[in-house]
Structures are given as C-alpha cells and as structure tokens.
C-alpha cells in the first residue's frame, strides 16, 4: 500500500535530539515536529474533528518520522468516553456510509497446511487484528479519500472488556466512528482464529456471540437522512434479524445496501424478492447464483440477472455486483447494463478480507457518483490488494493507490446509474 503522508515538516523546537528504540514520543513532540498545537494532534489521532488536509498531512509526516504510537491505556480510555452517536459536525455534502454488523478480534495464524487430529503444528506468525465484515467495509471505505471520500460509521454492539476498548480505539484510529448506546454495552467482544494456510486460503472459526444485539432501530429514529447521500449497509450475517426494518430504512431517505457474506443460502433462496425489492445495491458472489437458481456458470447466472433487471416492474436495485474470486467481478445496472471487471495479480498471502475490501472499495466509489464500470475496477483492486497482507483490514489503500492499479490514471469518472424505474 503505498504511504500517502507528504507535506513540509518543520523541526521540533524541543526534544528533536531524541531517537533510539526506545524514546517515548509524546503529542507534545508530535505538535512540536509538525508545527501545530497539542489539539490538532488530537484531531487527527481520534478522527472526530475535520482537520484541513495540509496541515494533516504535516502531522501524519511527524507521527511518521519520529515512530510515534499512542500509549494503549490512553487508546482505551478515549474508547471508553467516545459517544455513541455519529459526528454532526461533518460536511452536509460528503458521502457518508453507515455499516451493521458485529466487530471481531481476530487471531490468525500463517500455517503451511492445516493441522491432522492431534498433531501441533508450528505457526509462522499468529497476528492480533480486527475483523467482522461490517467492520472491515467501514474501515477499507474509510480510508480511501478524495475524490471517494466517505464519513464512515458502524452501528455494532461491543462489550466492557480490554478487547472491545482496543477495538474501539483502532476503528476510530481508521476514521471508523461506532455507534454503540452507552446502555447497551455488556459482556466481552467477540472472537474469532483464523488459519490461513500457504497458499493463501483460510478456515474460520468463531464462537456464539456474546454480545446484544445490533440496535438499528434506535438509530434510525436518531438520525434524518433528508438532503444527503447517506447508505445503510448490512453484512450478511445481520440481515435476517434487521430485516424487518428495511422498509423504515428506505422510508427515511437511506439508500440501503447488502452484501452476501454470512448470508444463509436458504434464507436468500427464501427471501429473493425481498432482497431485490428492498435493496439499491446488492453484492452477491458466485455461489449466490446456484442459491437464486440463476443458471449452471456464472456467465448465465449475470445474464439472467440482467433480464430480470430489464423485466423488472417494480423496485429493483440500481446496481447487482458479483464478485468472481479471481476472474474479478461483474456489475448488472439496472437498465440491464453488465460491466465486468478483472481482478489485478498479486502474491496472494490471506484471502479473509478480500470480499469486504471489495464492497468497501465500491461504495465509497458508487456512493461518489461513479458508474459500475469505475466502481468495479476500484473495487476488484481493493480486494485484490488486501490479499498481500495477513488480516482483514490490514490493507487500507488510498485512491490514488487504487486507480493506479485499477488502471484508472487519468479516467473520467462516469455518472452514476439510476434506476429507470424509479426516476
């Protein structure tokens, strides 16, 4: 991923004599390197303030230079005192994405094969991340930036452990603001090991929740959409309990959103016209097409898609995405228009956040006013890219990172797709 921190940095005016492995930098220094105040410093660390994108830049290039890293305590105890609602403070005209879904600590473990019954096996590493498929689209869609900026939040449930704090904290490290009523925090964070073998694929195991539930709900009575381009997207694994809450979605201006993973396959068989007819983007992949009977490959399964777009005559998404492993991804508009896009060859290390680095990367585009052809590509090399790093979220790439690979310098953004039918 390529490092996007640049900009004038001035000396510090104490401390600058300083270096080793083991100084302790504080703000103080920090502010001092970059020429600003202490509170500045601060803006940048937590996210909760805009702070213009020069002097951020100055800050991120002292934090950088002088290996600064915030005491962990202090981490958790800012976690601790966030509040539990989005930032109003925020441009009334940046996109902003919303994402439901439980927030994880992942361990994963680098094997060169899975383990037989009763035998040990020696791990290359075992590395402490944050996973969760909302989570890691929130984070990924965060991290972009112009000219695909997204305000990012997630409405999840966490607990009172040093996990969820140290959870919270990274999140809001990534510009991630969460969404948790102060009442409703109990129990610890979920966990989950992942053993990603050497070529790249991996085998999950998580345990039952032991957190409450997503409180959607409450949000939606909180917040009013009206005048902006705000989306409410649902990880997989939320859907079938947040279901019935679609219609109030849509009812108060959200455009709504969904992707697949952890979706069961007969709940989707079951519920296939409430998911068309609720839904303005929809992310299936390739297995999703057996589920939908929509063909015997994946290219009759996106050509059907596109004639029922056509047939449609109600509802129906503006935009149907399906992700294809490593023949990249397809999008079916609306108008029964398919684009495809190819994913880009890379050394493959950890597939776990592949598909949600996809989702990220499309709608911080789609939510820009982009069409599906831009969007896709963006999307497959955000995807693609997040396989060369242990973790689900580890590779957080910048535009200028992803239309480079994508193939997009000096390609004009395209106007987004509309839903003829609802024009």
């Given at each position: 991923?390529?490092?996007?921190?640049?900009?004038?940095?001035?000396?510090?005016?104490?401390?600058?004599?300083?270096?080793?492995?083991?100084?302790?930098?504080?703000i103080?220094d920090?502010?001092?390197?970059?020429?600003?105040?202490?509170?500045?410093?601060?803006?940048?660390?937590?996210?909760?303030?805009?702070?213009?994108?020069?002097?951020?830049?100055r800050?991120?290039?002292?934090i950088?230079?002088?290996g600064?890293?915030?005491?962990?305590?202090?981490?958790?105890?800012?976690a601790?005192?966030?509040?539990?609602?989005?930032?109003?403070?925020?441009?009334?005209?940046?996109?902003?994405?919303?994402?439901?879904?439980?927030?994880?600590?992942?361990?994963t473990?680098?094997?060169?094969?899975?383990?037989?019954?009763?035998?040990?096996?020696?791990?290359s590493?075992?590395?402490?991340?944050?996973?969760?498929?909302?989570?890691?689209?929130?984070?990924?869609?965060?991290?972009?930036?112009?000219?695909?900026?997204?305000?990012?939040?997630?409405?999840?449930?966490?607990?009172?452990?040093?996990?969820s704090?140290?959870a919270?904290?990274?999140?809001?490290?990534?510009?991630?603001?969460?969404?948790?009523?102060?009442?409703?925090?109990?129990?610890?964070?979920?966990?989950?090991?992942?053993?990603?073998?050497?070529?790249?694929?991996?085998?999950?195991?998580?345990?039952?929740?032991?957190?409450?539930?997503?409180?959607?709900?409450?949000?939606?009575?909180?917040?009013?959409?009206?005048?902006?381009?705000?989306?409410?997207?649902?990880?997989?694994y939320?859907?079938p309990?947040?279901?019935?809450?679609?219609?109030?979605a849509?009812a108060r201006?959200?455009?709504t959103?969904?992707?697949?993973?952890g979706?069961?396959?007969?709940?989707?068989?079951?519920?296939?016209?409430?998911?068309?007819?609720?839904?303005?983007?929809?992310?299936?992949?390739?297995?999703?097409?057996?589920?939908?009977?929509?063909g015997?490959s994946?290219?009759?399964?996106?050509?059907?898609?596109?004639?029922?777009?056509?047939?449609?005559t109600?509802?129906?998404?503006?935009?149907v995405?399906?992700?294809?492993?490593?023949?990249?991804?397809?999008?079916?508009?609306a108008?029964?228009?398919?684009?495809?896009?190819?994913?880009?060859?890379?050394?493959?290390?950890?597939?776990?956040?592949?598909?949600?680095s996809?989702?990220g990367?499309?709608?911080?585009a789609?939510?820009?006013?982009?069409?599906?052809?831009?969007?896709?590509?963006?999307?497959?090399?955000?995807?693609?890219?997040?396989?060369t790093?242990?973790?689900?979220?580890?590779?957080?790439?910048?535009?200028?990172?992803?239309?480079?690979?994508?193939?997009?310098?000096?390609?004009?953004?395209?106007?987004?797709?509309t839903?003829?039918?609802s024009?």
């Amino acid at each position: 991923m390529a490092d996007n921190r640049s900009g004038p940095v001035r000396h510090a005016k104490r401390g600058a004599s300083r270096s080793g492995p083991t100084t302790h930098w504080t703000i103080d220094d920090v502010a001092s390197r970059a020429g600003v105040s202490k509170g500045t410093v601060s803006n940048v660390l937590n996210g909760k303030v805009h702070v213009a994108s020069a002097t951020k830049a100055r800050v991120d290039a002292a934090i950088a230079e002088l290996g600064y890293r915030p005491a962990e305590s202090a981490r958790s105890l800012t976690a601790r005192k966030r509040p539990a609602d989005f930032d109003r403070r925020l441009d009334p005209s940046q996109a902003r994405l919303t994402t439901v879904g439980y927030v994880s600590v992942d361990f994963t473990a680098a094997l060169d094969r899975l383990p037989h019954r009763e035998e040990r096996r020696l791990a290359s590493t075992i590395h402490k991340s944050i996973g969760g498929p909302a989570a890691n689209v929130a984070a990924i869609a965060a991290g972009i930036g112009e000219p695909y900026a997204v305000a990012a939040s997630l409405i999840t449930a966490i607990g009172v452990d040093q996990d969820s704090d140290w959870a919270a904290a990274e999140l809001s490290r990534r510009h991630v603001d969460l969404i948790v009523p102060p009442d409703r925090r109990e129990g610890r964070i979920n966990r989950a090991l992942v053993l990603v073998e050497g070529d790249g694929r991996r085998t999950i195991v998580y345990e039952p929740s032991r957190l409450g539930g997503v409180d959607v709900d409450r949000f939606l009575d909180a917040v009013d959409p009206a005048g902006l381009t705000w989306c409410l997207h649902f990880e997989g694994y939320q859907l079938p309990a947040q279901a019935a809450l679609l219609p109030k979605a849509r009812a108060r201006g959200f455009i709504t959103s969904m992707q697949v993973t952890g979706l069961p396959a007969d709940w989707l068989r079951r519920h296939r016209d409430e998911v068309f007819s609720r839904f303005d983007i929809v992310t299936l992949h390739r297995e999703s097409l057996d589920h939908l009977d929509l063909g015997d490959s994946a290219a009759a399964g996106i050509a059907r898609l596109a004639e029922q777009a056509m047939e449609a005559t109600g509802h129906w998404p503006s935009v149907v995405v399906v992700t294809l492993g490593n023949d990249g991804a397809a999008a079916v508009t609306a108008n029964g228009a398919v684009f495809r896009a190819p994913a880009i060859p890379v050394a493959v290390v950890d597939t776990t956040g592949a598909g949600d680095s996809f989702v990220g990367g499309f709608l911080a585009a789609w939510l820009n006013g982009c069409g599906a052809e831009e969007s896709i590509r963006l999307a497959c090399a955000a995807g693609s890219l997040q396989v060369t790093r242990f973790g689900a979220q580890e590779v957080r790439p910048d535009a200028e990172t992803l239309r480079r690979h994508a193939g997009l310098a000096g390609y004009a953004p395209q106007a987004a797709a509309t839903d003829p039918k609802s024009a």
